[in-house]
């Protein structure tokens, strides 16, 4: 591995890990308060972080500055993937990205959520499941002999809709106005954690593609390298991997300096609930090739047709789940 | 000194939001609760629910690193 | 942080758009004066219209396609030869052209420079030579002068056989390169042989591009100094990936002189890998590249 490899990824990582853990970045929490609080405070968070990435990676790309991988249009894969791992993180009680930076502040449920995230990874990747990935996976949809986009499905030049969509979805944030800022913890609002990601996730598509990762944020392969070094000694390890363990290390320092450094422990249901959770987000992830970073983030931004599919996948799974664990048995209980 | 207390810490997401909601609904009227939570994003769900609920949120005492109890004060319908 | 995330970026961008650290040393943006032009493309593309004084010298004529040995390199002496009969005297500098898609240049670029000639490629190639405002010229080119095939400087090292490349099997500070990337070489290569593909290096008709070269010095941990030895499915192939190599500032790239099935057919070690593994790991969750119907 390269020293420039290392220090960018390292670099990238650190800042990742800090701004999730300031910003109390969570998708999962985002998707599923809008349904369960009619909040949607964490949603905007996500939804700036994509367009402000979405807008940058189409300049540079663009403009020729940069080149991109697009995430392929798996559409089963793509949709059942994805409602797996919505399902998965509502169980879990984070996203994965949620659940990598809740380990840097000690959350011990996150942490067998983790585990169990990877080992839900190897279980469809190499494992018992993976036939079932092989069956999803077989059928992708091209468009032109190209990975489907939303720009060329609809034949337009990808710089149009790279571009227009952050303007609207910007000027909608904008007129929904300045909404939940405070933080009543003291953490990020949501516009500045938003933007931090999004400005994150461009410098990560630069550093990891001048090394010939030809893509951006993401956790699940990532996650996976390190899984199947421990397990089975096999050496994959890349800039993505150097990434994940600086994200962790950069939400340990960021709540170690703002004292929300806290070994917490639920109880052992809880514990059980999360470790599950993690297994089902595991193989959702890897099923649709990529999660709420991986596809939610970073596929959307190159404006890939199978990352808006899994990202729709993801919001009704955790709806679906987050009303079968928590809406129902609430309103049942005012009524 | 609140009514009731909830001891949320170590809970995971979203388990103090979904008990304490379900807690001050269960509260009378005027009558306050007093949630302890030691995880910082739970603190902001919950404060943010209960303003946007109506409730009142009474006070936010440090208890220690990244430990608060956070005391509501239910409605009055 | 945010200098951190800043310096990141920025640096990521110099990378990507730096030019190769060699690259001036093997391709060329025009024909400068003095130079002769020699175009590597077929007689149909080269009777439409060719670079005015430019003599054809088709990739494929250095090869001999006997029955049991097809794509092997010629011999010195016959190469020689036809290099004498195109009137190409050692000493002069040379730029090779091919339509602008890497398919011909780099290989007859590569059996010159293991003559002795100084060869550049013309970047982008007779396209490029047109849209830059050149105006072909459709006549024949009568050789200026005839050289004796002795007067060659042969550099014997750069070409390989398979009992080199079956050494470098054993020979852990030699990297095996397979030219082949994605289907190919997931179907069977050779043991000990890594992708370093010569369609992913080279994606714009043979002129390299920086991220997947990274990738090979980066990842796979080769230096200036290591030793290389390239194969391909032919010595076109192999070629293209000798180029971006050499571009990329790797000193002793070596390269097999002849197809990949003759090494097969020579019984070298082969390895399958297991259907599903994947062929080049890395941790962007779709692995390896899919190849479009």
């Not at chain 3, 391709?27 to 032009?37: K, L, S, W």
């Not at chain 3, 439409?48 to 054809?56: C, D, K, L, N, T």
């Not at chain 3, 400087?153 to 009992?163: F, I, M, P, Y």
Request: charged share 15%.
């Amino acid at each position: 591995m390269g020293g420039f490899e290392l220090i960018s990824g390292l670099a990238v990582g650190l800042a990742f890990g800090y701004a999730l853990q300031r910003g109390r970045f969570c998708v999962n929490t985002g998707f599923r308060d809008i349904l369960m609080v009619k909040d949607s405070t964490m949603f905007r968070a996500w939804a700036l972080a994509v367009i402000v990435q979405m807008a940058g990676v189409t300049v540079l790309s663009g403009l020729d500055l940069m080149p991109i991988t697009v995430p392929p249009f798996w559409w089963a894969a793509n949709i059942a993937g994805g409602l797996m791992f919505g399902v998965g993180m509502v169980l879990a009680g984070g996203c994965s990205s949620g659940t990598c930076y809740r380990v840097g502040e000690g959350m011990a449920g996150s942490l067998l959520a983790l585990i169990g995230f990877g080992l839900g990874i190897l279980l469809a990747d190499r494992g018992a499941l993976q036939p079932l990935q092989d069956v999803l996976r077989s059928d992708i949809v091209f468009v032109g002999g190209e990975q489907a986009t939303l720009a060329n499905v609809i034949d337009i030049n990808p710089m149009w809709v790279g571009l227009a969509i952050p303007l609207a979805v910007g000027v909608w944030l904008w007129r929904g106005g300045a909404g939940n800022r405070q933080s009543a913890s003291g953490g990020w609002a949501w516009h500045i954690s938003g933007f931090a990601l999004g400005a994150i996730g461009i410098a990560a598509w630069l550093s990891s593609s001048s090394v010939g990762r030809e893509f951006g944020l993401s956790m699940t392969g990532p996650i996976r390298t390190w899984f199947v070094l421990a397990l089975s000694g096999e050496n994959y390890l890349d800039w993505g991997s150097v990434m994940i363990a600086g994200l962790i290390v950069g939400s340990f320092v960021a709540a170690w300096a703002h004292q929300e450094l806290r070994w917490r422990v639920p109880r052992g249901s809880r514990m059980l609930q999360a470790g599950g959770g993690g297994i089902v987000m595991g193989v959702g992830a890897q099923i649709a090739g990529g999660c709420n970073i991986g596809h939610s983030m970073t596929g959307m931004s190159v404006l890939s047709l199978g990352s808006v599919v899994t990202t729709i996948g993801i919001l009704l799974g955790a709806w679906v789940m987050a009303y079968i664990l928590f809406i129902r048995p609430m309103a049942a209980q005012s009524a | 000194m609140a009514d009731t207390q909830l001891d949320m810490r170590g809970e995971i997401c979203p388990y103090p939001l979904v008990e304490s909601k379900k807690a001050v609904e269960k509260l009378e009227p005027g009558t306050t609760i007093e949630v302890l939570i030691d995880y910082p994003l739970a603190l902001d769900n919950v404060t943010r629910w209960a303003q946007s609920a109506g409730h009142e949120v009474v006070e936010t005492r440090d208890l220690g690193p990244s430990e608060w109890a956070l005391v509501l004060r239910s409605k009055k319908t | 942080m945010a200098v951190a995330v800043v310096a990141a970026a920025a640096s990521g961008l110099w990378r990507l758009n730096r030019p190769f650290p060699e690259y001036d040393q093997w391709f060329a943006a025009q024909v400068p004066q003095g130079a002769v032009a020699i175009d590597a493309r077929g007689s149909l593309s080269y009777s439409r219209g060719h670079i005015p004084g430019a003599p054809r010298l088709w990739s494929r004529d250095f090869l001999s396609y006997s029955a049991a040995l097809p794509g092997v390199l010629k011999t010195p002496d016959e190469i020689s030869a036809i290099l004498g009969a195109i009137g190409l005297a050692p000493g002069r500098a040379v730029v090779v052209y091919d339509q602008g898609t890497g398919a011909d240049a780099p290989l007859v670029a590569m059996v010159l420079t293991a003559l002795g000639v100084s060869a550049k490629v013309l970047a982008g190639g007779f396209d490029a030579w047109v849209a830059a405002g050149g105006v072909p010229s459709t006549g024949q080119v009568t050789p200026a002068l005839a050289v004796s095939p002795g007067e060659w400087a042969t550099d014997q090292t750069l070409l390989v056989s398979a009992e080199a490349i079956q050494g470098a099997q054993s020979n852990d500070k030699i990297l095996l390169a397979d030219a082949r990337g994605g289907f190919d070489f997931a179907i069977g290569h050779l043991e000990m042989a890594v992708s370093v593909s010569a369609t992913e290096m080279a994606p714009d008709g043979g002129l390299p591009r920086w991220s997947e070269a990274a990738w090979v010095v980066d990842s796979v941990g080769v230096r200036p100094e290591t030793p290389v030895m390239v194969y391909g499915t032919d010595l076109a192939q192999a070629a293209r990936t000798w180029l971006s190599l050499r571009a990329y500032g790797i000193e002793n790239v070596q390269v097999f002189a002849g197809p990949f099935q003759v090494l097969a057919a020579a019984g070298l070690a082969m390895e399958v890998p297991v259907a599903g593994a994947p062929v080049r790991a890395s941790s962007v969750c779709f692995g390896a590249p899919v190849v479009a119907p």
